[in-house]
């Protein structure tokens, strides 16, 4: 999946410190969820730059290859996580708030179209901030597939839509 982190519109400084009045926000992206526990898992973590001149409607523009399985297409609660935060002088990364992309808003759109998306961000709390970020999401790897039957379950076989060609097996896919 290619995930393009376009830009992000009205977000707000959460800090009252005299010297964070300059918001210098990046986002990160990964397709675990967050640990309630804090524990560390062994998840790939994608991450902007940090735009130190777009302020309070940053621009990116940065794209990433994120490699998503079959597995996270098959449970309806899979999502892509987003974490926004603002890059500070003393304290280092201060998060503003964050968003999910659930699997339900990708689908499978045809291979190689473009899906733009835009979600509210929501603060630390969980509530909805003014903020909102633009995304672009591409299906890469995958195709159609017709899946191959012999006579006895063709009645029971039926095509798959969306499995990387690296997962194909030689079996027949029956529901």
């Known amino acids: ?13 959460t800090s009252s410190c005299p010297f964070s009045h300059r918001l210098r926000p990046f986002i990160t992206i990964t397709a675990c969820p967050p640990d309630p526990h804090g524990r560390d898992k062994k998840c ?5 730059r940090v735009d130190d001149q777009g302020g309070v409607n940053p621009t990116w523009g940065d794209k990433f290859h994120v490699p998503i399985d079959t597995a996270f297409f098959h449970s309806r609660y899979s999502c892509i996580y987003l974490h926004l935060y603002t890059k500070r002088l003393i304290t280092g990364r201060v998060q503003l708030g964050w968003c999910q992309v659930p699997v339900t808003d990708i689908g499978f759109p045809p291979e190689g179209s473009v899906q733009y998306l835009s979600y509210r961000i929501r603060a630390r709390d969980g509530t909805w901030t003014p903020g909102v970020v633009n995304l672009a999401i591409r299906l890469t790897g995958f195709q159609q597939v017709a899946v191959l039957t012999d006579s006895r379950a063709s009645d029971e076989c039926t095509t798959v839509i969306g499995i990387p060609v690296t997962m194909i097996s030689h079996k027949s896919i029956c529901q």
């Open 44 to 48: 790939q973590m994608y991450r902007t």
């Open 1 to 13: 999946m290619e995930i393009t982190v376009i830009s992000a519109q009205g977000l707000k400084n």
